[in-house]
């Protein structure tokens, strides 16, 4: 134990994060009757829609979709204002659902995670905190998202600005009032498009900051009637069984079967703007079957949209800079906005091109390019993520006399299933990477790997378990799976935060797994009929431990 230590928890499982994975882990641990504590750096839960507060943020999974499947109660109860929720209301949500089963007292918030060491001869992780408590347990639960380390670039001068700045992801509670003020973003993927239309319309002018083009399609958001939200909770089983049997967890889109190559141009057009009309990415990504894998028919879908921003930007000069040229849509996760290219129409937004005109420094006064300066009140940083391993990379994760997990995965994360690493025993992880994670409707993705991890538990439990941990030929079995997996669409060919690309140094390995959610899900399903298969399961003379009554 850590001598600043000043709390020693013993428990059964420890869950780190207190988003969605973080409270159904909680819930569904504690219907087995185990003792579980959460933990959460954040002054409140939420996870990442606790932490991105930024103008405009909502989701870009239909409200319906994007919730809890676990509890009929909750599905009919709960009423979703919009098609695609904004970050307040899915905050709203999750803590209704942390009262609704009382999980609060369970919950320990400010209490960030600074390390999380496994001892095999006792088959306990320790796990200490910043403020000096730590606690002890069989099992280590990863819950701590895919987005949840802000990248802050390192350019020179930040320090010297005399203005306020912020990040995305790290978003002031209490919001940021623009009116008035010469604001600069930099950054034009997801949270960018979606921030940039709001504070726009504050703002004395904005000054877009753009180094890549991103490929957007409509929302088309709405609020959801009363007569469209009784018709889905009527029938709310049988579209959440869809949505099982469908690549990215979502129901109301069944997968094509036609290539785009199948149709003819006048065809494609009217698909195209079908889709561009009823809005939301993967409605437009399911316009033909063959979008992700063949470069010719992914062209079709990019000029489309290409011609489309033409046609929104009045300045053909502007038009250009937005339009993607170094990747194929899809590829880079496709944004979903309101009004994003009509807002550089507006006589206060200036879009600069800094990959002809790299940003060198900030100044006390603002930005400085390779040929200008920027005089600015205000700088927002929409810059993303050390995306899917980098929140897990923040805390020390080692086994005793073993590895530390930064080091296994210093040429790339290696997991068997995305739930587990080799070599640390009992260490579980949520939509980590090598699972569907962020090319799914992460809830859906969420709930399959908490149910997977419970009835692991349970199988542990009946059959005297106390250790589970890859071995590792299954582990390089799946990694090589993966990669091939990856390597037969378009993915690998964007520079994306899938790939690392945004974090200089970071190993260029594809990291979700794209065969999609059913897929995956069937997969788990036959690994733990087959016993586990492709994990040591090791029983110890602790055995009874797991089989004992929990009462809190």
Known sequence: MSARSSEFHQLDAIVVGAGFAGLYSLHKLRQMGLSVRVLEAGSEIGGTWFWNRYPGARCDVESLEYSYSFSEELQQEWVWPERFAAQPDILRYINHVADRFALRPFIRTDTRVESAVFDKAAGLW??????????????????????SLPRVPDLPGLETFRGNWYHSGLWPKDGVDFSGRRVGIIGTGSSGIQMIPVIAAQAKHLHVFQRTANFSVPAANRPLTPEVERRHKERYAYWRDQARQTPFGISGHPPPTKSALDATPEERDRDYETKWATGGNISFLYAYSDLLVNADSNDTASEFVRA??????????VAELLQPRDHPIGTKRLCLDTSYFETFNRDNVRLVDIKSDPIVAVTPRGLRTKTCEFELDD?????????????????EIRVEGGPRLRDKWVNGPRTYLGLMTAGFPNLFIITGPQSPSVKSNMVSSIEQHVDWIAGCLQHMRDHCITQIAPDEAAENEWVDHVGRVANATLYPRANSWYVGANIPGKPRVFTPYVAGLDKYRQICDGVAANGYRGFTLTKAPAEARLNRSYSE
């Open 126 to 147: 320790t796990v200490e905190t910043a403020r000096g408590e730590v606690f002890q347990a069989a099992f280590c639960i990863m819950a701590t998202g895919n987005l």
């Open 308 to 317: 489309k921003i033409r046609s929104i930007v009045r300045d053909p000069k």
């Open 379 to 395: 700088i927002a940083f929409a810059t993303g993520f050390d995306a899917i391993t980098g929140a897990l990379f923040d805390i």
